[in-house]
């Protein structure tokens, strides 16, 4: 089964910041990555699949990039509402696996 | 619009069994593939099961043997039947549409506990 792994586990940043989280596969899956943002108690909500293309109806502030094993989500702006876990997931292989997340709060 | 609604979820012992529904609607679940997503409380996602179009599914290591999802057309919803049910599969369960989980619904509890 294919490892993902996330960095950091956690962050806190200043409001209009730019924020990075890195997810790295245990073995190369090409594009096949998506990110997923979730609000406390809420259900998890798609932001990008193929590694970077923008799911529809998310802000333009989100951007994703990477191939391969490496992969990196950028939040451009960091906001209030962006308060959340962010999860990676690659779907080349089965059994798809996820990230174990990124929990991002404001300093 | 696209909505995902599950049900089904509950208290059950370990060893039981219990069958999770998810209404589809504003799609059919016959054209996508359709997913399972479950989260322990307070732990991160972990994927379950997928369908494909075709009927060809896939499982995680930790449901083989002991889940099967499946799609009733007629009735545009998508199942996941739970068997051999133990307290590690206490978890919120989410049904999402496609692969790359493009939507979600918004869970259905499962507590497996005596």
């Known amino acids: 089964d294919i490892q993902m792994t996330q960095s950091p586990s956690s962050l806190s940043a200043s409001v209009g910041d730019r924020v990075t989280i890195t997810c790295r596969a245990s073995q190369g899956i090409g594009v096949y990555l998506a990110w997923f943002q979730q609000k406390p108690g809420k259900a998890p909500k798609s932001l990008l699949y193929a590694a970077s293309t923008l799911q529809s109806g998310v802000p333009s502030k989100f951007s994703g990039s990477g191939s391969g094993t490496d992969f990196t989500l950028t939040i451009s702006s960091l906001q209030p509402e962006d308060i959340a876990t962010y999860y990676c997931q690659q779907y080349d292989s089965h059994p798809f696996t996820f990230g174990p997340g990124t929990k991002v709060d404001i300093k | ?114």
Request: glycine fraction near 12%; include cysteine; proline fraction near 3%.
């Open chain 2, 1 to 114: 619009e696209v909505q995902l609604v599950e049900s089904g979820g509950g208290l059950i012992q370990p060893g039981g069994s219990l069958r999770l529904s998810c209404a589809a609607s504003g799609f059919t679940v016959s054209g996508n593939p359709m997913s399972w997503v479950r989260q322990a409380p307070g732990k991160g996602l972990e994927w379950v099961s997928v369908i494909y179009t075709g009927g060809t599914t896939y499982y995680a290591d930790s449901v083989k043997g002991r889940f099967t999802i499946s799609r009733d057309n007629s009735e545009n919803t998508l199942y996941l039947q739970m068997s051999s049910l133990r307290a590690e599969d206490t978890a919120v369960y989410y049904c999402a549409r496609d692969h790359r989980l493009f939507y979600w619904g918004q869970g259905t509890l499962v507590t497996v506990s005596s």
